[in-house]
């Protein structure tokens, strides 16, 4: 199959993202979350590096649910009958999203953390 030119290559790969945020949940969740995160960002005044470790978790818990979605796509289309071979691998495709979820929360905690206390206390 010929090549696409760079163009519509980057136009396909933007096809995707519009796709997925329109039409599965989780991803519009981590959305919201990217937005809440973007806002706070910038309220609390947060320092280059910790804005970049904020966006560095909230991109990768995005990341890990596009291939999530990925390899529930792939496994539906191969197999769309009940098959226990299947459920494994969309869990394990599940299990990563929630590592990065879990990973994203114990940054969140230690980065907002002193500035809520200043905040609060
Ligand atoms: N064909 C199948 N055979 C066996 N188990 C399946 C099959 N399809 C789904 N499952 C089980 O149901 C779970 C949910 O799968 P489903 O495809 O509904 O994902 P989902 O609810 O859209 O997940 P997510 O919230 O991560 O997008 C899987 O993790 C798996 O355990």
Not at 52 to 71: D, R, S
Not at 88 to 94: E, F, P, S
Request: proline share 3%.
């Amino acid at each position: 199959m010929k090549k696409p030119p760079f163009h519509k290559s980057v136009q396909f790969t933007f096809r995707g993202i519009i796709w997925i945020l329109k039409n599965e949940r989780n991803f519009q969740f981590h959305i919201l979350g990217l937005i809440i995160n973007l806002f706070l960002i910038v309220f609390l005044g947060l320092s280059n590096t910790e804005t970049a470790l904020i966006l560095l978790c909230c991109f990768f818990v995005l990341v890990t649910e596009t291939l999530n979605t990925c390899v529930e796509k792939i496994c539906d289309y191969i197999q769309p009958k009940f098959d226990s071979r299947i459920g494994i691998i969309k869990d394990l495709a599940g299990g990563a999203v929630m590592l990065a979820t879990i990973s994203a929360i114990c940054v969140g905690a230690l980065v907002y953390w002193p500035y809520l206390k200043l905040l609060f206390y």
